[in-house]
C-alpha cells in the first residue's frame, strides 16, 4: 500500500461525488479501477485479436465455483450481425457502432456433453443452483475483462438488453441448449468527444455493513446521493436522480422490457430453475 497521492485523492472523490472522500490506501489497481466508466461512442479502429485474446485470458483468470468454467463468449465483429443483435438489443446503436461485440454466455452445455461422451448424469444441472452458479462465473469472468481491455486503452459498455430476447439471441449465435445470454459487452476505443464522465456510486454507507446489516444506517445518506448523482446527470444533459431510477426501472412487469418472461425463457432452453 502507498500513500493516496492528490490524483487519487480526486478520482476517489469523483467515484463518490464527494470532494471530500480521501482514501489513505491505493494502489495502481485501484487507481486503474476509480477510472471506470461505460463508454457508448467508439471509434472505428478495430480491437485486435491480440487485445482479444489477452482479455480473455483475464476473464480466464476469474474466480470459478468448484473450476467448473461455467461460461464462454461469442466474439462478435461482423456489422450485419452487430446489427441484428441492437435490433434485438433494444435498437442501441453503440452495438452497431462498437467494432467489437463480446456476448457473454452461461454455459452449461459443455458440462452436458462432457456426461453424453462418458455416459455419466448430470442430473444436478436441472436445479436453480446450477443455472446460477453458471451465470455468476460468467459475470466475474466479464468483470475482468472489463478491467483489462480498460488497461490496453479500451471502453465498454454492459448490455443487459441481451435478455430481451433471450431465445432469438441464442439462434442468432449458434448457441447450444443448455446456454443463455446473460449480457453484451461493447468494446471500443472511446471516442474522447462523447460527454460522459466517472458517474457517481453510491456512498460507502450505504453499501458497506459491520457484522451486521444496518438498513436504517444504509439508508441515511440516499437523500445526499440523490442529490450528487442529479448534479451529475444535469452537467451531461440527462434528468433524474438515483431513488426515481430505481423506483422507474422495477415498478412493475412493463418496465422489464420483456424480461419478465426470462423463467420460461431459460425452462426452454434447458435451464430450468427447480
Not at 158 to 163: E, I, K, N, P
Not at 217 to 228: G, S, V
Not at 237 to 249: K, P
Amino acid at each position: 500500500m502507498t500513500p493516496t497521492d492528490a490524483a487519487t485523492t480526486s478520482r476517489a472523490g469523483a467515484r463518490y461525488g464527494d470532494p471530500g472522500f480521501v482514501l489513505h490506501a491505493t494502489s495502481p489497481v485501484i487507481e486503474h479501477q476509480l477510472r471506470h466508466r461505460s463508454v457508448r461512442a467508439f471509434l472505428p479502429a478495430p480491437v485486435t485479436e491480440e487485445e482479444l485474446r489477452a482479455v480473455v485470458a483475464a476473464a480466464s483468470s476469474a474466480s470459478t465455483s468448484s473450476n467448473l468454467q461455467a461460461w464462454s463468449v461469442v466474439a462478435v465483429t461482423d456489422p450485419e450481425r452487430k446489427r441484428r443483435l441492437s435490433d434485438l438489443a433494444a435498437r442501441q446503436q453503440f452495438i452497431v457502432q462498437a467494432p467489437l461485440f463480446l456476448v457473454w454466455v452461461a454455459d452449461l452445455d459443455r458440462n452436458h456433453r462432457l456426461a453424453e461422451r462418458h455416459g455419466k448424469p448430470l442430473d444436478a444441472t436441472v436445479y436453480l443452483e446450477s443455472t446460477l452458479l453458471a451465470v455468476i462465473d460468467t459475470a466475474l469472468a466479464a468483470q475482468n475483462a472489463v478491467v483489462a481491455l480498460e488497461s490496453l486503452g479500451l471502453g465498454s459498455v454492459f448490455v443487459g438488453a441481451v435478455r430481451n430476447h433471450p431465445e432469438e439471441f441464442a439462434a442468432e449465435l449458434g448457441l447450444p441448449p443448455h446456454t443463455a445470454a446473460v449480457f453484451g459487452l461493447a468494446v471500443g476505443h472511446p471516442d474522447p468527444a462523447e460527454d460522459a464522465d466517472t458517474k457517481p456510486r453510491l456512498p460507502q454507507s450505504a453499501v458497506l455493513h459491520r457484522e451486521t446489516y444496518d438498513a436504517g444506517r444504509a439508508d441515511t445518506d440516499l437523500p445526499a446521493y440523490d442529490e450528487r448523482l442529479a448534479a451529475y446527470n444535469r452537467a451531461h444533459g440527462l434528468t433524474g436522480a438515483w431513488s426515481e431510477r430505481v423506483l422507474g426501472r422495477l415498478a412493475g412487469a412493463a418496465d422489464l422490457a420483456g424480461r419478465d418472461t426470462l423463467r420460461d425463457s431459460l425452462e426452454r432452453r434447458r435451464l430450468p430453475s427447480r
